[in-house]
């Protein structure tokens, strides 16, 4: 019936006679402003990447980190309005908290998607709130060791509700994205932000699914999917801030961290060298379709 609020928009607890929440929708246009951040799922562990754009030459590098730490083993980044994202990663820090004081053990990163994701949506339900303005991707490592073979706290029910699956264990990568209505997937690969189409783009290039991407080599593509991506707003500088949680015999043990400088240098070298490789590839092309004319 109609595609714009025309007063539907002024309460956050109001359909439109077509079912839309426009609040909703106006908070993933605020995401879609923001930079964009990719997560990938390897073999070995998760990477997350993020182009953080540099709005004055007065900012400190490194000083305004976008990527937070939940718990040792998860990491969280989001695009969007970032004083929101503080508040988004401060409530997932307090519901891995509360899980570990009840449980004795860390929390899993569906548990904490599905709490988080909860969260978000109770936003979208009250005229006295409004939306969260982000979409977070959160990615962790799962160990075995912490949460046991079968992935249960405590002994549990072998069968019924809540009971053992057959066939499955605990731990590995896990990747999430959250959106501003409250709606939560896993992924193998997420994209989100100004460039998310691209990204996403050069993320089904990869065949995750197949699980052969190592956590090393996750880093140099995560790096080349933020510069392809970064190519529509090229006039703008920008940040690169990346981080991994990788399996517990890996470069961060099973925790989540910052990538080392030297790795993410060299990483970000690659990016440029494969961004000037397809340019020149464009430039031939062009070249060879001119003469032929």
Known sequence: MTSIGTGYDLQNSVFSPDGRNF???????????????????CKDGVVLAVEKIITSKLLKPGANKRIATVDHNIGVVSSGLVPDGRHFVSRARDEASSWRSTYKAPITL???????????????????????????????????????????VGS????????KVAGTKAGGPSLYMIEPSGLYWGYYGAATGKGRQAAKAELEKLDLASA???????????????????????????????????????????RHQEVPKDILEEAEKAAKKAMEGEDEEETTATEGETMQE
């Open 212 to 254: 052969n991407l190592s956590i090393e080599a996750g880093v140099k593509e995560a790096a080349r999917i933020i510069y392809v991506a970064h190519e529509d707003s090229k006039d703008k500088e920008f940040e690169l801030e990346m981080s991994w949680i990788s399996s517990t015999d890996g470069p961060t043990k099973g």
């Open 156 to 163: 549990g029910p072998s069968i019924g509700a809540g009971g």
């Open 23 to 41: 609040q909703v929708e106006y908070a993933v246009k605020a995401v879609e402003n923001g930079g964009t951040c990719v997560g990938i799922r």
């Open 110 to 152: 569906a548990a904490l998607a599905g709490r988080l994701g909860g969260y978000v949506q109770a936003y979208t339900l009250y005229s006295s709130v409004r939306p969260f303005g982000v979409t977070a991707i959160v990615g962790a490592w799962d160990s075995e060791a912490e949460l046991g073979v079968d992935g249960q």
